[in-house]
């Protein structure tokens, strides 16, 4: 390729190689675009929309579009931030997101996020679903109020741990994380502690058990910086 | 020349709320005395007034869940020219709102009647006592909210933060450290 | 341990052997499945995860998916109304109440005897003869009380849905203006001889003289889609005809099926030879399920004149044969790469594009998916060639158009017009009178009004994929938006989150609209959410699931403006049935035990 292989974020030049997206550019530059389902181990999936720019003027996902030279994106703009911020109150309000009551508080991205980009309420009505939790598994919890459907685990049971604990079902609003069980329930699934598929979920919906409070709130990832700040996705705990 | 400006008037109640917030809010400590040369307080549980008057700012903690509630919420948006709604349970239901997914007659045969150790236990109906909402709500779906101060509780920091800017005139703006949902 | 005998596994193993235990055909195989057992049992999982070889979860997520798919009994007689605004104008919301009250059931709930369940569906592309209804799968229209009341009876006497009347399954074709496609008398294997004649090369540029574009709605070029494909490369290459007609409103690819199926075959063959594939799906929608075994036939007409199969018309290397795969109720698989992952036996979710399906399409093979339209069309072409087909239409639009006449008309049904017709043509054709509205092109095209009656169907103007629904001025056209953003929340696939949830809010401030709680700020909220979607949403549906909202804010704002009832925001739920169920726990009924409405 050309020696031209920049694009412009924001008015900076960041430099891409072939394959990379814009959103693995702008890591490697420095640059934090908000994102949730996007994990720079996993293939991109483009599901959570929160990565949304302005390339070329047009709106796409950061995640699954590739930069071409000279291309104008724009990501940090009160217009872009207030849509980022309008889908995460949705994610919020779809789901029940009690953080005061939540292990995961303080490590959670999809919380570090909605700080980040200072959201202040759910705005919309609450749909308040009835979810179930798994406690059936001896080591892990799963609370499925949480979940915001990103796939991370699905995806990084598959692709990594090489089996199938976690699929997604439903459709629409109706759809939902299952577990690969007759019985619905972890605990008679293949599921292992050591499966990475135990260490992605950006929210609080697989959970180690008994070591919940281990890092006191206050002094836990996200706590201490701001997710634009923190290395991408080395979260306390995990 | 007199500089002393009309001091603002602020109203507080807790709704469905535990006061944590407003315990936050006496934890601004010394911060108090200024505050208070700048505001006067009408209905708050530091002033024990029973209804709120004409104010300019009326901070509500905690959701609605029950009629009570919402007369009270009611209320301080028809007085308020600001009103603010402050931690979890104001701003999306909270603790109380986790009894969402039960049905409320459940809930209510549960407690009064079937709980083991009741005997002939009845569902009160006393018309004195407020009668339950089927469903916890945050305020904002009830009455349209100005600002938020998300917390369980906020920090004394964060509404202090908020307070002050909107003394001055600002936008309330809280950054990284000031923002917390737990 | 020795293994408990599956009960499951005798059907299961004729369905697996049919289907030559591919994983690809995984949702063939869950319909074949419910087909038999009605509906898809814990135990017939776990056989299909053993002899599948794919995880439970994966085939739980695909059945979870489809609206026709069951995992828990569903009821012997599985009725569904189509719920698009046409059947609900003919009255099938009062149908299918006064058919619950008949039989006892609580719509959406299977009885408690097992035996029956209730419910809507979308669109069943029965606009012309509703309302309409699907009982097991199989479609039965212009449905009354008498015919309610004889359903009703013959549910009651648990009379098996094979033994009912043939009368009540008769459908029309209602085609009530042909032109070049629908009046031509096409004999099978001609286009593929004219083929042969022209060779392949020139029968491509052919198409690509014709300008046919696209007929599904996006008008993509016929020609230049074929060409892409053709010289894509890869291990094989296939051929798909979209039959999913799922948009509210359309009906012309039942029409054509019903009639054409043998053009609409020799179209994909066509294609066949020229892409270089030997292998071609058409992808039918559940709702048609009843043309399943017409298609067949007409399929093993063409193996025996030798138009499908091996060395078709005596060419060593033309080898090409086509299968029919089955929908099973997601409008969102009419979306072409949803539509492919389907055919590939998973959830229909859209994929990321680019690449698209021309190069990496089923199994990720260069793949040519068009429109029953677009195959019927290139068959015409094929055979009388593109100069022909060039000069009918406008510069645009080459050809002609077939329109799904619904609603408020006198006649209701298929029209053919070349491309260029004036709307008010068309309602003057259809005997429409005192029309408010023309929504063209289905919930996701565009909803027009008098003063516009003089635009033209056509690429540069009025794109349709064919739906037209008149509505008179007694309509309430914000009902009729309501009726598509409902349409739209339920088929969302659920992959992002801007249509997933956003469909969901918009639904929900459309209803809080319709119930009297609207004020100026909803208002505000709905153009906020419709931006949102626009701008965000992984594909289609969700870009377009604001279009019925925003087309009838601009044109019939005042049918919103009477449903802001309140100057001031309220809530979107009634508070004072938010104390129904204390009061009724408690006995109270006093002042107190109540809540007025906030500002009246």
């Avoid at chain 1, 976690?166 to 293949?190: E, M, Q």
């Avoid at chain 2, 109203?11 to 934890?27: E, V, Y």
């Avoid at chain 3, 509205?437 to 064919?466: H, L, N």
């Amino acid at each position: 390729m050309s020696q031209n292989n920049t694009f412009t974020l924001d008015g900076k030049t960041v430099p891409f190689t072939d394959g990379q997206t814009i959103i693995q550019a702008a890591m490697a530059a420095g640059v934090y675009i908000p994102h949730l389902c996007f994990n720079p181990e996993f293939k991109p999936h483009g599901s959570c929309k929160l990565c949304t720019v302005k390339a070329n003027g047009r709106q796409t996902s950061s995640c699954t579009q590739h930069p071409l030279p000279d291309m104008r994106v724009e990501s940090d703009t009160p217009e872009i931030n207030d849509e980022r911020r309008a889908l995460l109150q949705m994610l919020f309000v779809e789901g029940n997101h009690f953080c005061p009551s939540c292990e995961k508080s303080g490590n959670c991205q999809l919380q570090a996020t909605a700080y980040e980009l200072k959201m202040m309420s759910p705005h919309f009505d609450q749909f308040f679903p009835d979810r179930p939790l798994d406690a059936s598994h001896p080591e892990y919890l799963l609370d499925y109020n949480r979940c915001i459907l990103c796939s991370l685990c699905v995806r990084a049971s598959i692709d990594v741990d090489g089996k199938n604990v976690f699929a997604l079902s439903g459709r629409g609003i109706k759809s939902h994380l299952i577990v690969n069980a007759k019985s619905g329930r972890l605990a008679d699934t293949d599921f292992s502690g050591d499966d990475k598929a135990a260490h992605v979920c950006p929210v609080g919906v697989i959970l180690k058990k008994r070591v919940g409070f281990a890092t006191p709130i206050g002094q836990r990832t996200f706590d201490e910086q701001p997710i634009s700040a923190t290395p991408h996705p080395t979260v306390k705990g995990a | 020349m007199n500089t002393e400006t009309k001091k603002l008037r602020v109203a507080t109640t807790s709704l469905a709320g535990c006061f944590g917030c407003h315990m936050s809010f006496l934890d601004i400590d010394e911060r108090l005395l200024d505050l208070l040369q700048r505001v006067e307080f009408d209905r708050s549980p530091l002033t024990d007034i029973k209804h709120c008057g004409p104010c300019d700012i009326g901070i509500v903690e905690g959701g609605l869940c029950n009629a009570e509630n919402v007369h009270v919420l009611r209320e301080f948006r028809a007085n308020c020219k600001i009103l603010i709604a402050i931690g979890a349970c104001a701003i999306n239901g909270g603790l109380p709102a986790q009894r969402n997914h039960l049905a409320l007659a459940t809930i209510l045969e549960e407690v009064y009647h079937a709980q083991h150790g009741l005997v002939a236990g009845f569902i009160p109906n006393d018309p004195e006592l407020p009668l339950p909402l089927d469903k916890v709500h945050p305020i904002h779906e009830v009455v349209k909210v100005d600002y938020f101060i998300p917390g369980c509780p906020p920090s004394a920091d964060a509404i202090w933060k908020v307070l002050t800017d909107l003394l001055s005139g600002r936008e309330p703006e809280l950054g990284h450290g000031l923002i917390h949902y737990d | 341990m020795v293994s408990q005998i599956n009960t499951h596994a005798g059907y299961l193993d004729t369905i697996l052997d049919r289907r030559q235990h591919n994983a690809h055909n995984l949702l063939q195989i869950l319909i074949e499945a419910q087909e038999h057992y009605g509906y898809i049992h814990p135990d017939a999982l776990d056989y299909l995860s053993e002899h599948l070889q794919l995880p439970r979860a994966r085939i739980e997520g695909v059945a979870g998916f489809y609206s026709f798919l069951h995992l828990r009994p569903a009821g012997v007689y599985r009725v569904l109304f189509s719920d698009n605004i046409i059947d609900r104008m003919a009255g099938s919301l009062d149908l299918m109440a006064g058919m619950c009250s008949q039989l006892w059931v609580e719509p959406g709930k299977v009885s408690e005897d097992g035996q029956l369940c209730i419910s809507t569906t979308s669109c069943t592309g029965m606009c012309d003869q509703g309302p309409a209804m699907l009982v097991n799968n199989l479609a039965i229209n212009r449905l009354d009380a008498s015919r309610v009341n004889a359903i009703c009876e013959l549910i009651r006497e648990q009379v098996p849905v094979t033994a009912w009347p043939v009368s009540f399954f008769s459908i029309e074709d209602n085609i009530r203006r042909r032109d070049i496609l629908l009046e031509s008398h096409f004999i099978s294997g001609s286009a593929l001889n004219a083929l042969i004649q022209r060779g392949t090369q020139q029968t491509l540029q052919e198409i690509k003289t014709s300008r046919l574009r696209g007929r599904g709605g996006a008008g993509f070029s016929t020609g230049a889609k074929w060409e892409l494909c053709r010289a894509a490369t890869g291990d094989q290459h296939y051929v798909v005809c979209n039959a999913d007609e799922g948009e509210p409103g359309t009906f012309k690819d039942r029409v054509l099926l019903n009639n054409f199926a043998d053009m609409v075959f020799e179209g994909m063959t066509l294609c066949a030879r020229i892409v270089g594939a030997a292998k071609g799906f058409l992808y039918l929608r559940g709702e048609y399920r009843y043309l399943l075994d017409h298609l067949q036939a007409v399929l093993q007409h063409r193996r025996q004149l030798n138009l499908l199969g091996e060395a078709i018309l005596g060419l060593d290397d033309f080898n090409f044969d086509i299968e029919i795969h089955l929908g099973a109720g997601a409008y969102i698989c009419g979306e072409e790469s949803a539509l492919i992952e389907s055919m590939e036996g998973k959830r229909g979710t859209p994929r990321n594009r680019p690449p698209f399906p021309v190069t990496n399409g089923y199994l990720d093979q260069p793949t040519v998916v068009n429109n029953v339209e677009t195959f019927a069309a290139a068959s015409l072409i094929g055979l009388r060639g593109g100069d022909w087909y060039a000069q009918i239409g406008t510069d645009t639009s080459s050809g002609t158009k077939i329109l799904s006449v619904s609603g408020d008309c006198e006649r209701p049904g298929l029209y053919e017009y070349p491309f260029g017709v004036s709307v008010c043509q068309v309602l003057s054709d259809c005997g429409a009178q005192d029309t408010q509205a023309v929504q063209i092109s289905g919930p996701s095209g565009m909803c027009i009004a008098p003063d516009e009656f003089s635009r033209r169907i056509a690429f540069d103007d009025i794109p349709t994929a064919g739906a037209f629904m008149v509505f008179n001025r007694s309509r309430d056209m914000f009902e009729v938006a309501r009726n598509f953003v409902h349409f739209f929340a339920h088929e969302s696939c659920g992959f992002c989150t801007p249509c997933r949830v956003g469909t969901s809010l918009l639904s929900n401030m459309m209803d809080k609209l319709s119930h009297g709680h609207g004020s100026p700020y909803d208002f505000a909220e709905i153009e906020k959410l419709n931006v949102l979607l626009q701008s965000t949403s992984h594909c289609g549906l969700g870009h377009s699931a604001c279009n019925p909202v925003l087309d009838t804010i601009a044109r019939f704002r005042p049918a919103y403006e009477k449903r802001l009832a309140h100057k001031e925001f309220v809530p979107a739920f009634d508070l004072d049935h938010a104390l129904s169920q204390a009061r009724q726990m408690t006995g109270r009924d006093d002042t107190g035990a109540h809540l007025e409405r906030s500002d009246v």
